[in-house]
């Protein structure tokens, strides 16, 4: 999501009102903890909070239960709530003006609105109730509040009331975000596959030979060097790329793990799952636990909301506990299109069709309406990527079964059985769910609707026109790829099965998995297993995947070299280097850079060719560094950029410039540690609008251990969302801390409740703490 790079900045009005009216503003708009409020809820319900904020309800029923989490939502976090729906809806202009127009054209392409209120009219009764309920919290809570949102304040604009269907918009709005490459991944893979031999091809996109981690045990092929010649456009250094970013792990996350009963004193299975997200004020979740009456006894699910939704994603029943990552398999397809002469129709397997256009009005602040043209096909909108050809996308996230709450069937589930017979029809962007029971048993499974394909090559643009070529629907639960009976279950992102599975499902960009190899490491290691064992994986910053980064770059600084470019300082730091992403170690520092910079220019050709047909070479689906490797080890000059006379040349190169970087950007190299190159730089989205206040908003800009590559992914805005560690029935036992804190109001005593026990690694308790505040909430007459 990327509606915060857009967001206003100062005016001299602004500016006025937050000098002198912010404080008083704010202690109006601040959320009401204790006491009674009158509402329309069906029977009193309890929030309490402990001393960080941790919500707990006690309501009569499910329904008041969501009652009240949509009014704690609303008094905490509903300019979040406003951003996630208006995100996916592409309605963010009427927020933030003009600024925004360009997100919203982008966005309104994929009719996200229509598509929920679509998705609401397929809702049971009963789900339908549990929406209206929420919704009804959400817009009473809202309206108790004194004065509006500061933020509202500061934008001069006032809240739009909830709706039923923005409970959907937020899950698009997490398609959006987990997959959001909408076809530019397949494009640049198009682009590859036209301009060079296949079997260059094959070898440049391949998976990982050193980081195969798969839960099945399956071990994709090494794709050796081809027997022809290295392709000219690879060796072609008349052109620089502008970007030259390749596909890496900056923007991937989220780790879950689990071992069984047998591994543990308590014989419950544990579960540990950190979700890596865009990491900014307030966080993405919401710790709730929600108590309630059934069946004549009391409910209880205790672990993380998404504010704007009345489910608990991620937690614990009791009996089981439940913990994602982003699959990162393939979930869309781009359709080569054949137009007609005049460009208004299109040929199907029913023959030539007209495109089909919608128009919507995009409301602009202070500025006019615009007026959006929308064109469509029978597979999805028409996108181009600068001056390519028309394609059409087909995207998971454009059918019914995309969005629903069935999600929420886990907090009946007893068993890890019975929560992988939920999988395959909730309505959510696939992910690894992984599942642990009180029993002792875990489960993995793809949760989420996974298409079925009739398709040549799941990679490339394809002509489904004479109808060969097409999707065919989704797998029926039989089909869903799920996994039991393990002493150890982990996912990171990387690709999970293989086989006749890995077919069904494809590679969407996973990562090049040596954050779940070091994982699987840990987990192998532990004999005896507790919560604090799997909290120490979530924390373990070893660099293992830049062990022979860290040699090669020490194998290159020969005596005549060090001596020649007066690099005695840069090598006695890699020498002094514990190899962590420690904030301490500037020796780590200079061997990250040094990957990034030889990959960079290695691949330089292949990055300004793909820019001069409008992709990038960050959107290839598999990371290069496995071509690397493999074009080193035969050292031929033949397969260098042309300006290089040999491998030494540009690995020197590489060693300057990182090196000259780093210096312009921290001074010298010893100002070069970790910890000052990675800082904290979680932040309002609407800092920027109060002069001299706004970094009150954010929090401290403090270095940072971890990064990506290794299982505590951790960069300036982008990392583990939460940390959480649970065992269904000793849920007394778990751990589950945020980084921000629960409230978004800066006043509130939860503003940053978190923060520096995620900071300092200290494990809060999965369980909320003693009730400090209490509020009844109490239905009228």
């Avoid at 097409?470 to 039989?478: F, H």
């Avoid at 904290?680 to 929090?699: E, F, K, Y």
């Amino acid at each position: 999501m990327n509606w915060w790079k857009w967001i206003i900045g100062v005016t001299a009005a602004l500016a006025a009102l937050a000098a002198a009216s912010l404080y008083t503003v704010l202690f109006l708009s601040l959320p009401q903890y204790d006491g009674e409020q009158i509402s329309s809820i069906g029977s009193t319900a309890r929030l309490e909070r402990d001393a960080t904020g941790y919500l707990s309800i006690h309501a009569a029923n499910r329904n008041d239960a969501a009652y009240a989490l949509g009014f704690a939502h609303a008094q905490e976090r509903f300019f979040q709530m406003d951003l996630l729906r208006r995100n996916a809806a592409g309605e963010l202009s009427a927020l933030f003006g003009e600024r925004a127009l360009k997100a919203d054209r982008d966005l309104r392409q994929h009719r996200f609105r229509a598509r929920a209120q679509q998705a609401l009219s397929l809702l049971s009764k009963p789900e339908r109730q549990l929406l209206i309920d929420y919704r009804r919290g959400v817009n009473e809570g809202l309206s108790a509040l004194s004065l509006k949102p500061f933020e509202y304040l500061l934008l001069q604009q006032t809240p739009a009331p909830w709706q039923d269907e923005d409970a959907f918009l937020v899950i698009y709005s997490m398609y959006l975000d987990l997959q959001g490459k909408l076809g530019r991944d397949d494009y640049a893979m198009t682009i590859l596959h036209k301009a060079v031999p296949a079997p260059w091809y094959a070898f440049l996109q391949q998976h990982s030979d050193s980081w195969q981690a798969a839960l099945d045990g399956s071990i994709e092929p090494v794709v050796a060097i081809p027997d022809l010649p290295y392709p000219a456009l690879l060796r072609d250094s008349s052109l620089a790329c502008t970007n030259c970013q390749l596909h890496d792990a900056a923007d991937i996350g989220s780790n879950n793990f689990a071992v069984a009963g047998n591994l543990t004193a308590h014989g419950s299975a544990i579960l540990a799952d950190d979700m890596h997200l865009s990491i900014r004020v307030p966080g993405t979740w919401y710790k709730a636990q929600l108590n309630w009456r059934e069946n004549g006894k009391i409910r209880t699910v205790t672990g993380l909301t998404l504010p704007g939704a009345p489910a608990v994603v991620a937690g614990s029943n009791g009996n089981i506990a439940w913990g994602f990552t982003n699959s990162t398999a393939d979930w869309h397809d781009l359709v080569s299109l054949q137009l007609s002469e005049d460009g208004k129709r299109y040929l199907t397997p029913d023959g030539w069709q007209a495109l089909q256009y919608h128009y919507e009005t995009i409301k602009v602040a202070g500025q006019p309406d615009q007026t959006l043209k929308l064109t469509e096909t029978i597979w999805g909108p028409l996108v181009k990527f600068g001056d390519s050809p028309a394609y059409a996308l087909r995207w998971v996230a454009y059918d019914d079964v995309a969005v629903n709450f069935k999600l929420m069937q886990l907090e009946q589930a007893n068993s890890v059985q019975q929560a992988l017979a939920i999988a395959p029809n909730a309505g959510i962007p696939v992910q690894n769910l992984l599942v642990a029971d009180s029993l002792g048993q875990i489960g993995w499974s793809l949760m989420g609707p996974v298409p079925q394909r009739q398709l040549t090559d799941f990679d490339i643009a394809q002509d489904w026109s004479n109808g060969e070529q097409r999707w065919l629907g989704y797998v029926s639960a039989g089909q869903q790829p799920q996994l039991t009976g393990a002493e150890r279950l982990w996912t990171a992102n990387s690709r999970m099965i293989g086989g006749a599975a890995y077919q069904l499902i494809g590679n969407g960009g996973y990562d090049l998995g040596a954050r779940g190899w070091q994982i699987k490491q840990g987990l192998d290691a532990l004999q005896q297993a507790d919560e604090q064992a799997l909290h120490s994986i979530q924390l373990d910053n070893r660099a293992l995947m830049l062990q022979p980064w860290h040699q090669l770059l020490l194998d290159t600084l020969s005596a005549d070299i060090v001596t020649q470019h007066q690099l005695q300082a840069y090598r006695q730091h890699l020498i002094n280097s514990n190899q962590q992403a420690a904030i301490d170690d500037t020796g780590y520092t200079l061997v990250r850079a040094f990957r990034l910079k030889v990959l960079e220019l290695q691949f330089a050709p292949l990055s300004s060719f793909l820019e001069q047909h409008g992709a990038r070479s960050r959107d290839l689906k598999f990371s290069l560094e496995t071509p690397f490797w493999a074009l080193l080890k035969q050292g031929s000059p033949d397969t260098l950029p042309a300006n290089y006379a040999n491998w030494q040349a540009l690995l020197l190169e590489a060693i300057l410039q990182s090196k000259s970087e780093l210096e312009q950007q921290n001074g010298n190299l010893s100002a070069s540690n970790w910890g000052a190159v990675n800082q904290a730089h979680i932040q309002h989205p609407l800092a920027s609008a109060v002069p001299l206040l706004g970094g009150w908003l954010n929090m401290p800009a403090t270095p940072l251990n971890g990064d990506s590559h290794m299982p505590r992914v951790q960069r300036p805005g982008f990392g583990q969302s939460q940390r959480m560690v649970v065992a269904p029935g000793q849920e007394h036992l778990g751990i589950l801390t945020i980084p921000a804190g629960q409230s978004g109001h800066p006043l509130s005593p939860f503003y940053r409740a978190d923060h520096q026990y995620w900071l300092n690694e200290v494990a809060l308790p999965f369980l909320p703490g003693g009730k400090k505040y209490q509020l009844l909430l109490t239905p009228q007459g």
